[in-house]
């Protein structure tokens, strides 16, 4: 079956400017988790959706991040303000449920502001 | 401290020879995971230990839990070129669904 989709795969902008960045998870999935992944790095904790509802956002780093996953399925994290900090490959990761299943991983938006 | 210490950074090694890397944490940790991590893609699960001192074998990869679960190894035999990749460990922290990661071991093995 499919597995994790994102789009786009590399997004390049100006500083200041608003994007948005999605994710397409595994098809009855629950859980959906976003990370953040600078050069040379793991993978960074940002937000942990169960269904509709952020159960844990404690991995934003201000609020200029923010995440929405309306329908229990597709997400979408949406940065205000881009600054030159901001750029990494954004990982968006889904499984069954929460907690101990395992994590599927998409390959990631590369995000660059110049 | 929650985090999680690889080491090496990198390594690069020929086809062939054995390798061993490794994952460390000041506090115990209930269980541990290791990806496997290429160029333009997400990581992969490669397994998870649950138990201290639990050995697993993935074909010529073996990873082992240490006995106070403040460490964990992966050991590659015979290594290939398609082993080639970001080695990273993993772990849930207690009472959340948050992962952390460490900074990884990139291995690049040579024909």
């Known amino acids: 079956g499919a597995g994790v989709s994102q789009t786009p795969s590399n997004k390049v902008t100006e500083k200041g400017k608003y994007v948005e960045l999605r994710c397409d998870p595994i098809s009855g999935h629950t859980a959906l988790y976003w990370y953040r992944q600078s050069l040379g790095q793991g993978p960074e904790f940002l937000i942990y959706f169960q269904g509709t509802g952020a159960a844990d956002d404690s991995g934003l780093p201000n609020d200029r991040f923010f995440a929405v996953r309306p329908e229990g399925s597709v997400s979408t994290l949406k940065i205000q303000r881009t600054e030159r900090g901001d750029s990494a490959v954004y990982l968006c990761a889904s499984s069954l449920q929460g907690g101990d299943y395992e994590q599927y991983f998409g390959p990631g938006t590369r995000l660059t502001v110049t | 401290t929650q985090l999680l210490e690889q080491s090496p950074q990198f390594l690069s090694i020929q086809e062939g020879e054995n390798l061993t890397v490794y994952c460390n944490s000041s506090s115990v940790f209930s269980s541990l995971q290791w990806y496997r991590q290429e160029p333009g893609e997400g990581p992969v699960l490669l397994v998870t230990?649950?138990?201290?001192?639990e050995v697993k074998k993935l074909k010529r990869l073996t990873f082992q839990f240490g006995d106070a679960r403040k460490d964990s190894s992966l050991h590659i035999t015979a290594a290939q070129p398609g082993d080639t990749g970001l080695y990273l460990c993993a772990r849930k922290l207690a009472g959340t669904y948050k992962y952390i990661f460490g900074t990884g071991t990139r291995l690049k093995v040579l024909a």
């Open positions: 230990v649950v138990t201290g001192g």
